[in-house]
Nanobody, 121 residues
Framework: QVHPVESGGGSVQGGDALTLSCVASFGKSRCMGWFRQSPGKAREGVAIIHNGGGSTYYAGSVKDRFTISRDSAKSTMYLQMNNLRPEDTAVYYC????????????????WGQGTQVTVSS
């Protein structure tokens, strides 16, 4: 089984921008997205895209700062992150297998190794 491969993380200052990339097999996936996890916290979905219609969902903490997109021809998903804040510090993971529970929370499966994003103030 081929897992997603994330890249593009790094250490930046608050207010800077980064673009993460994820190479993955889209297949017939409907729900794809980016999650993040910081120490002591649960993994959370921050940006989700519907592979068919392209509709998107963003967590409130990143809305208007992060943008998710995908290029099916390149089997690549992106996360453009602008105006980064220290609280965005986390390991970022992508997945092409996600779903939403009845309470509106997103979950995912089939993770890559993630890419570390560190934002200093």
């Amino acid at each position: 089984q081929v897992h997603p491969v994330e890249s593009g993380g790094g250490s930046v200052q608050g207010g800077d921008a980064l673009t993460l990339s994820c190479v993955a097999s889209f297949g017939k996936s409907r729900c794809m997205g980016w999650f993040r996890q910081s120490p002591g916290k649960a993994r959370e979905g921050v940006a989700i895209i519907h592979n068919g219609g392209g509709s998107t969902y963003y967590a409130g903490s990143v809305k208007d700062r992060f943008t998710i997109s995908r290029d099916s021809a390149k089997s690549t998903m992106y996360l453009q992150m602008n105006n980064l804040r220290p609280e965005d510090t986390a390991v970022y993971y992508c997945t092409t297998k996600c779903w939403r529970n009845n309470f509106g929370r997103f979950f995912g499966d089939d993770w890559g190794q993630g890419t570390q994003v560190t934002v200093s103030s």
